[in-house]
């Protein structure tokens, strides 16, 4: 017989939020089923497949039995292939510095445990990537959010943290562009932020997940200006490989050891045939690919902004990478939940509520992931606007 009876689960568990979307996404399915046309706009991932050779590479892999563990840091071919992908951008980073990980998540995690100790806490911007503080969470740390704004791109500054910060902030995270908004950290605050934090001697992470997805060629990442802090990357959203779980952890020297040792204990190795399929994505057409999936994003980037906006929404800044843009619509609607519950239904059109990104944000902000193609994006704008006007 089964029961829903046990023991107490941990603490941790009661402070997690729901995600609000989930709404969204159940009446997108139940619609579907009825045979209703939605477009997606909600969730965080490319609508472009992984890239044929990657996919080749994989079968081969399997073919030839690479199903095992892995060297604990990765394979030392991609690790050497990530380096050499530095190189090709002006960056110094050798291959003993980078570890594999399992996902952007395995990186984030890692990077939390191997930084933080419980108790202390870690600087995060508000707005931020959900999932975040549950990661501090999972090493017994607690978050120190900073209240950000659109003056600041939605990120954190040097006057806030010198400012906020206490002897158990030990750590900060930065995001580079983030998630909702993809806005990068301005190259100024970049600097100082990373030079408070080796004066202060706290740990800096800086997720890199979507630098590569940048639509500003003056937009570097944050190794050009310091390589004293932690960099997660990701296969993900660049090279399409969401499902993969593969990612990798730039890590500072004076952590690179005992980062390590504490990866293998946490995951022994990321998925062995990822990793040997990986080396293709740095082979021309892998290359090529990403570089047109890319100038795409960019292309629905512009088409969706300025329609946006004639339409009556607010966008803060011009996103400087991923595939998001964070919305204002309070000139619309006060309750960005209820909106999304209201347009899924009478449009088919699927979008997230900001606040699943911010508790202390008015309810009025939304997040647009343009995961989807040219004339979809039309469709839905126009499925949109009848839904407001009309
Ligand atoms: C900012 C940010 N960091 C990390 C992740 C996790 O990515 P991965 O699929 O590599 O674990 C995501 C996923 O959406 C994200 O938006």
Redesign the pocket.
Known sequence: MRSTKGPALANRLQAIPPFHVMEVVRIAEELELQGVDVIHLEV??PDFPTSASVIDRACEALRAGKTRYTDARGIKPLRDALSNWYVSKGLDIPSDRIQIT???????LLAFAATTNPGSRVLMADPA?P??PRFVEAVGADVHWIKTDVTTQFQPTLAQLREKATDIDRTLIL?HP??PTGQAVPQVELEQMSKWCQHTNRHLIV?E??QNLSFNDALTSSLAISDWHFV?G????YFNM?GW???WLVIPEYAVEATQRLAQHLFICAPSFAQEAALACFEHDSLRDAETHRLELKERRDLLIPRLEAMGFKIAAEPDG?FYVFVDISDIAKDSQQFCAELICKTGVAITPGIDFSESLPPTWIRIAYTQPADRLLEALERMARFIYD
């Open positions: 965080g991932e399992v996902g952007a998540s395995g990186g984030l990537y999932c975040n995001a983030a998630n997720d997940i979507y997660v990701s296969f993900s959203k969401t779980r593969l990612g991923a």
